[in-house]
């Protein structure tokens, strides 16, 4: 895991990407009296160099993967279960109660469940409720939450989310805890494992009252896992594909042709359930916040702009003709991964997650066959290519409102959690209570029972609370070393991001140009519009807040780059 406890304060970095904070005339107006920040124009913040961070100390790890990769974007693995360690051998005595918004899909677990009181006698007496919401909706109602600061004592937002903020920067810093003068130097005293942490994960988790001052740079969030690589893949049911006597795709043409001899739309069988979000990849979709630099014409081009948006565009209307995806896919309600436990669909898009959720059904007989992640593949002889984001996965925020000994009690709590693999609060964390949420199988390994799967396995319950110290692939070891070799197999396509080093906040016509572009994308892949609109589609994108787009993101690029 990559981390900066040697590095050296970067201020020619750090300027350079904070003096980007008036890009488009943006900037975020420092008000002194209260902090608020108001803007709708776009805005930038660094993500590395700063000097208020905790200081990293190396966390030593109770055991070796048996897989090692290159982390993060080819993270190591365990085929094997360590005899776990204990990681917090001085356990705090607290005795506050708080209540902390996550999000869920599925079935929601009881606060009343023993997998919360283990939790809570494990990390020292601290009650956590969670006021559980549902994850389909949970982005757009955060907005609401936040603006009336209904959201309890902390909210855990996943990085994904945060596009549902027209002005999340704001946000930050009129309604979250300023955890800097608490977590600033050496916090490994009381913390050693959120001192363990790489310190990128830190580094993404401020924000700014001024985003073209440096020194109002502030830190605001308890980051989750630091990850990268591949986030997301094209599954198959390659049982399915076997028994039809159908060869795994290379190309997006014999995708195409695998979808043709799968689908029968009178009997109920289609390729796709969705493939909106994982298919602009397979055609080299793939820009930053959708744009990229052509050297032939020296500028950023959106993805909308190339010949291969098109490309794609007609991949999906042949999907929707020719009666390859679900007919029911336009209301985007679908539970695809049903869809495919059923064989109703052949073909899915997917976080990996799923992979190992899929295993564990068939293992528990509520599937059968088997899920594998499509190889990377492209179009009309291109190679393929891939995006990885190494970041954080998201953030929980705490309450401005709490006192500083409040939030010291929930930092010892996400110290407690930030526990990694290998260890005894891991395993409670992540599997529960031995006999009651999981077993051990034959192997040695945890193994969940059905009751562990309904409220330890499948909710986010507390396991992002905080990160932990370094990501590996677990679970099931045959998954594990499949999902390896896969991660092995993207590296060569893996294209690095032109804005590295910088978070950015769209300027808000933009935000809306892209909406709007999305939607039209749709009216065309639906049979709702002719394919012959997409110049026009083009056009309005850039005169609606596209061009404007361009000159923000231009800025940024060329201030990165600058020799």
């Given at each position: 895991?990559?981390?900066?406890?040697?590095?050296?304060?970067?201020r020619?970095?750090?300027?350079?990407?904070?003096?980007?904070?008036?890009?488009g005339?943006?900037?975020l107006?420092?008000a002194?009296?209260?902090s608020?920040i108001?803007?709708?124009?776009?805005?930038?913040?660094?993500?590395?160099?700063?000097?208020?961070?905790?200081?990293?100390?190396?966390?030593?790890?109770?055991?070796?993967?048996?897989?090692?990769?290159?982390?993060?974007?080819h993270p190591?693995?365990?085929?094997?279960?360590?005899?776990?360690?204990e990681?917090?051998?001085?356990?705090?005595?607290?005795?506050?109660?708080?209540?902390?918004?996550?999000?869920?899909?599925?079935?929601?677990?009881?606060?009343?469940?023993?997998?919360?009181?283990?939790?809570?006698?494990a990390?020292?007496?601290?009650?956590?409720?969670?006021?559980?919401?549902?994850?389909?909706?949970?982005?757009?109602?955060?907005?609401?939450?936040?603006?009336?600061?209904?959201?309890?004592?902390g909210?855990?937002?996943?990085?994904?989310?945060?596009?549902?903020?027209t002005?999340?920067?704001e946000t930050?810093?009129?309604?979250?805890?300023?955890?800097?003068?608490?977590?600033?130097?050496?916090i490994?005293?009381?913390?050693?494992?959120?001192?363990g942490?790489?310190?990128?994960?830190?580094a993404?988790?401020?924000?700014?009252?001024?985003?073209s001052?440096p020194?109002?740079?502030?830190?605001?969030?308890?980051?989750?896992?630091?990850?990268?690589?591949?986030?997301n893949?094209l599954?198959?049911r390659?049982d399915?594909?076997?028994?039809a006597?159908?060869?795994?795709?290379?190309?997006?043409e014999?995708?195409?042709?695998?979808c043709?001899?799968?689908?029968?739309?009178a009997?109920g069988?289609?390729?796709?359930?969705?493939?909106?979000?994982?298919?602009?990849?397979?055609?080299?979709?793939?820009?930053?916040?959708?744009?990229?630099?052509?050297?032939?014409?020296?500028k950023?081009v959106?993805?909308?702009?190339?010949?291969?948006?098109?490309?794609m565009?007609?991949?999906?209307?042949?999907l929707w003709?020719e009666?390859?995806?679900?007919?029911?896919?336009?209301?985007?309600?679908?539970?695809?991964g049903?869809?495919?436990?059923?064989?109703?669909?052949l073909?899915?898009?997917?976080?990996?997650?799923?992979?190992?959720?899929?295993?564990?059904?068939?293992?528990?007989?509520?599937a059968e066959?088997?899920?594998?992640?499509?190889?990377?593949?492209?179009?009309?002889?291109?190679?393929?290519?891939?995006?990885a984001?190494t970041?954080?996965?998201?953030?929980?925020?705490?309450?401005?409102?709490?006192s500083?000994?409040?939030?010291?009690?929930l930092?010892d709590?996400?110290?407690?959690?930030?526990?990694?693999?290998?260890?005894k609060?891991?395993?409670?964390?992540?599997?529960?209570?031995?006999?009651?949420?999981?077993e051990?199988?034959?192997?040695?390994?945890?193994?969940?029972t059905e009751?562990?799967?309904?409220?330890?396995?499948?909710?986010?319950?507390?396991k992002?609370?905080s990160?932990?110290?370094q990501?590996?692939?677990?679970g099931?070891?045959e998954?594990?070393?499949?999902?390896f070799?896969?991660?092995?197999?993207?590296?060569?396509?893996?294209v690095?991001?032109?804005f590295?080093?910088v978070?950015?906040?769209?300027?808000?016509?933009?935000k809306?140009?892209?909406?709007?572009?999305?939607?039209q994308?749709?009216?065309?892949?639906?049979?709702?519009?002719?394919?012959?609109?997409?110049p026009?589609?083009?056009q309005?994108?850039?005169?609606?807040?596209g061009?404007?787009?361009?000159t923000?993101?231009?800025?940024?690029?060329?201030?990165?780059?600058e020799?």
């Open positions: 895991m990559p981390d900066s406890s040697s590095a050296p304060l970067r020619r970095s750090l300027f350079k990407v904070a003096g980007l904070g008036a890009v005339a943006a900037g107006p420092f002194a009296a209260c608020d108001q803007t709708g124009e776009g805005s930038t913040q660094a993500t590395e160099g700063f000097d208020f961070l905790p200081e990293y100390k190396e966390w030593p790890l109770p055991a070796e993967p048996d897989l090692v990769g290159d982390p993060p974007n190591s693995g365990f085929t094997s279960y360590p005899e776990p360690v990681a917090v051998t001085e356990v705090p005595s607290n005795s506050g109660t708080y209540e902390i918004t996550v999000p869920f899909w599925g079935e929601a677990p009881s606060n009343d469940d023993p997998y919360f009181a283990a939790l809570r006698d990390w020292g007496g601290t009650t956590v409720n969670l006021r559980q919401a549902d994850g389909n909706t949970y982005a757009d109602t955060s907005v609401q939450w936040l603006n009336a600061n209904e959201y309890g004592d909210i855990l937002l996943f990085s994904w989310m945060l596009g549902s903020h002005n999340f920067p930050v810093v009129n309604s979250f805890y300023d955890l800097t003068d608490i977590l600033k130097g050496d490994s005293g009381r913390w050693p494992l959120l001192a942490l790489p310190t990128q994960s830190w993404q988790s401020v924000w700014s009252t001024d985003a001052d020194e109002s740079a502030r830190l605001y969030g308890i980051p989750s896992t630091f990850s990268g690589g591949p986030g893949a599954f198959t390659v399915l594909m076997e028994a006597g159908i060869a795994m795709p290379t190309t997006v014999e995708l195409l042709e695998a043709r001899e799968w689908s029968d739309d009997n069988k289609w390729a796709f359930g969705g493939v909106d979000w994982i298919l602009p990849q397979l055609f080299g979709l793939v820009g930053d916040e959708g744009w990229s630099w052509d050297d032939e014409q020296g950023l959106n993805d909308c702009e190339k010949p291969e948006f098109t490309e565009l007609e991949f999906r209307r042949t003709d009666k390859l995806i679900h007919p029911d896919a336009p209301t985007g309600t679908l539970d695809n049903a869809l495919q436990i059923a064989g109703t669909t073909f899915s898009q997917e976080n990996p997650v799923r992979w190992y959720d899929y295993t564990t059904k068939v293992r528990d007989g509520q066959g088997a899920i594998v992640p499509v190889p990377p593949i492209g179009a009309k002889g291109r190679k393929p290519t891939l995006k984001s970041s954080v996965d998201g953030w929980t925020f705490l309450n401005k409102d709490l500083k000994e409040q939030v010291e009690e930092l709590v996400a110290n407690w959690c930030s526990a990694p693999y290998g260890t609060e891991n395993e409670l964390l992540e599997y529960g209570v031995e006999g009651e949420h999981f051990y199988d034959a192997g040695g390994n945890p193994v969940h009751h562990g799967q309904k409220i330890v396995q499948a909710p986010v319950n507390l992002q609370y990160g932990k110290v990501r590996f692939l677990t099931i070891p998954v594990v070393q499949a999902h070799e896969f991660n092995a197999l993207c590296q060569e396509f893996i690095p991001s032109i590295e080093g978070r950015i906040e769209a300027p808000a016509a933009s809306s140009a892209s909406q709007t572009l999305n939607d994308q749709n009216d065309i892949a639906f049979g709702r519009a002719e394919l012959s609109t997409i026009d589609m083009v309005t994108f850039l005169d609606n807040g061009e404007e787009a361009r923000f993101y231009t800025d940024i690029y060329k201030s990165l780059n020799q």
